[in-house]
């Protein structure tokens, strides 16, 4: 008897997002970064102050994740574009105002 075959669909390879949360003076703000492939694939990276967002990065991706080698490489995208963004959040020439 052989064994059932697997077929992984492209949510099967949703790299995870990232959050962090930042508190300067009395504003606390979330970053998060999250991966979506509709209607384009896309890393999206958002700042909110008191649950409103007060800036969005989004940067288009050539291809979406297709593969497990896909997903890795894109996680990679998306941690570095999160760790570069809470960088600049934490620089002293961030405003939220």
């Known amino acids: ?13 949703m790299p995870a997002g990232r959050t962090s949360r930042i508190v300067r003076g009395s504003t606390e703000l979330q970053i998060q ?8 694939p896309r890393l999206t990276t ?5 649950g409103q967002v ?3 990065i989004e ?5 979406g994740t297709i593969t497990p080698e ?7 995208l998306l941690r570095r574009q999160h760790m570069e963004v809470v960088a ?4 002293k020439d961030f ?3």
């Open 1 to 13: 008897m052989n064994p059932p075959e697997v077929y992984m669909t492209t949510i099967d390879y």
């Open 33 to 40: 970064t999250e991966y979506a492939y509709r209607p384009t």
């Open 46 to 50: 958002t700042v909110f102050a008191g």
């Open 54 to 56: 007060i800036h969005k």
């Open 59 to 63: 940067k288009e991706l050539s291809a």
């Open 70 to 76: 896909d997903k890795m490489k894109i996680e990679g």
């Open 88 to 91: 600049i959040v934490n620089s």
């Open 95 to 97: 405003r939220t105002d």
